[in-house]
Every structure is written in structure tokens, then in C-alpha cells.
């Protein structure tokens, strides 16, 4: 299988058979996985930050980096990768946004990150069918396009599907 790795702030989208994304170390970050039933189509995005206001520059070169461009413009590449255009059909997972390195809870990013990230795909009328978010660890998580499994595994653990 073809695997398509996703770093921080970057985003993809696939339909192509025999293929599939996977991101590394989430931690207060958090991957969002939609996948459209109808076509196959998978996309995921491992989103840093809630809010592109802090950093506009940043979200025009790397929208994925922030929830608020990431998800419309994951929406877009699904498209483009041969999605349906009736998103509200499509699937949402969630995965991360734990509080690895903020033991006191001094940021809360992994919780603003989910809060942000569940709201716009409220409004967007995408349904969350599942997620594995907050405590204290980190995951990396992978989407296969031919059968639509989310798996995650995290040190020490063993793997788990979401």
C-alpha cells in the first residue's frame, strides 16, 4: 500500500485505491479525518492551532497548520481527489489534541483545537463519528482508502481502530 505521510499543518486527500495517509506524533495537534462513503474518498489534516488569526501569513502558505483554513480547504482537495460534493454526507474522525506537553493545563491547545475543529464541522454539517482525543498522549494515526479503517497506536500501547 501507498501510504502519503502528513506532517504538521499539512493536509491530503486520496480515492486511489491501494492508498492511504497517516500522520505522526499528535499530540496537542489533531488530525481530522473525513471520509466520503459514497466514493471512498479520504482526506486528513493535522491541524496545530484553533485560530489563523494569530498568523495569516502562515495559514495563505499552510492552511492545514490552523483549524479555521483547514478544514475548507481539506474539503476542497477532497473534491479534487473525486469526493462527492454533498460533504454533509461525509465522515468525521477526530484523533489528538491531548496535553502532552502542557501537564498544568496552562494552554489548553489540545482542547481549543477539538472545541474549534468540532465547530466547524458542526456548521458545516459534517457528523463526528468517532474521535480518541485528550489525555495525556501522544498518537500517530493512518486512514486506509480501500477499506476506510482508522487506526491509531501510540507508544507502549497497543494499536486501536477509531
Not at 473525513?34 to 494569530?54: E, W
Not at 476506510?148 to 481502530?161: E, H, I, K, Q, Y
Request: glycine share 12%.
Amino acid at each position: 500500500m501507498d501510504i502519503f505521510i502528513l506532517g504538521i499543518g499539512e493536509l491530503g486527500a486520496t480515492a486511489r485505491p491501494g492508498t492511504g495517509l497517516k500522520t505522526f506524533a499528535l499530540g496537542s495537534c489533531v488530525a481530522v479525518l473525513l471520509l466520503d462513503p459514497s466514493t471512498r474518498c479520504v482526506g486528513m489534516a493535522h491541524v496545530a492551532l484553533p485560530d489563523s488569526s494569530i498568523k495569516p501569513e502562515k495559514a495563505r502558505i499552510r492552511p492545514g497548520h490552523f483549524a479555521d483554513t483547514g478544514i475548507p480547504t481539506l474539503l476542497k482537495q477532497m473534491l479534487q481527489a473525486g469526493a462527492g460534493c454533498e460533504h454533509r454526507g461525509y465522515i468525521a474522525k477526530l484523533v489528538g489534541g491531548a496535553s502532552v506537553m502542557d501537564p498544568n493545563n496552562t494552554f489548553n491547545i489540545g482542547i481549543r483545537n477539538v472545541s474549534a475543529i468540532k465547530s466547524i464541522l458542526n456548521l458545516s454539517g459534517i457528523r463526528i463519528a468517532s474521535e480518541d482525543v485528550g489525555r495525556r498522549i501522544s498518537r500517530t494515526v493512518s486512514v486506509d482508502v480501500d477499506t476506510g479503517t482508522v487506526l491509531v497506536s501510540s507508544p507502549g500501547r497497543p494499536d486501536w481502530c477509531v
